[in-house]
T-cell receptor
């Protein structure tokens, strides 16, 4: 009963480095999303996907790339890390459109620090 | 755009006290409304939801009613426990977009 699995749980990067945050779900969910959580700002949507091969931008997409080659995986790439990207990142999935009232299932998050 | 406004925290209550966390929203359409809970070091978990006006969501003693006329979805619990200490997020969904409030930290002391 894995649900949504995020790796790594913690990461420290230097400014300018690149990395990929991994997200995998085993519930055969079509919809997946990436959020960042910052103090006093709640969760903000970075990118989302409504199925394999389909992605779209959320509220704060700059500096991040995503791809969705399989139903299970939805990696988030930081192209050139900046201190402003220090945050906690959450991946979420849901079986149908959230507008249908279906809740999202969240991973435990990745704490990322950019020095 | 859509927005969700929650009362600022932290909220500190004694065990067995009554809890209310206010949530109001603005949306261009008819959203579904959710409360999520986040325990330390974990992701968000669904607490309860309501998908249309006048629906009441309930779970683990928590309740919230979808009030279209006041655009509100306040979270209530009659008697809180120490184990309820967490951060609570109100959220709305419209199409595939989810909008979260900023979260309200609840601390329950014995």
């Amino acid at each position: 009963n894995a649900g949504v699995t995020q790796t790594p749980k913690f990461q420290v990067l230097k400014t300018g480095q690149s990395m990929t945050l991994q997200c995998a779900q085993d519930m055969n969910h079509e919809y997946m999303s990436w959020y960042r959580q910052d103090p006093g700002m709640g969760l903000r949507l970075i990118h989302y996907s409504v199925g394999a091969g389909i992605t779209d931008q959320g509220e704060v997409p700059n500096g991040y790339n995503v791809s969705r080659s399989t139903t299970e995986d939805f990696p988030l790439r930081l192209l050139s890390a900046a201190p402003s990207q220090t945050s906690v990142y959450f991946c979420a999935s849901n079986s149908r459109a959230v507008s249908s009232g279906q809740p999202q299932h969240f991973g435990d998050g990745t704490r990322l620090s950019i020095l | 755009g859509n927005s969700v406004t929650q009362m600022e925290g932290p909220v500190t209550l004694s065990e067995e006290a009554f809890l209310t966390i206010n949530c109001t929203y603005t949306a261009t359409g008819y959203p579904s409304l959710f409360w999520y809970v986040q325990y330390p070091g974990e992701g968000l978990q669904l607490l309860l939801k309501a998908t249309k006006a006048d629906d009441k969501g309930s779970n683990k003693g928590f309740e919230a009613t979808y009030r279209k006329e006041t655009t509100s979805f306040h979270l209530e619990k009659g008697s809180v426990q120490v184990s309820d200490s967490a951060v609570y997020f109100c959220a709305l969904t419209l199409w595939q977009k989810v909008t979260f409030g900023t979260g309200t930290k609840l601390q329950v002391i014995p």
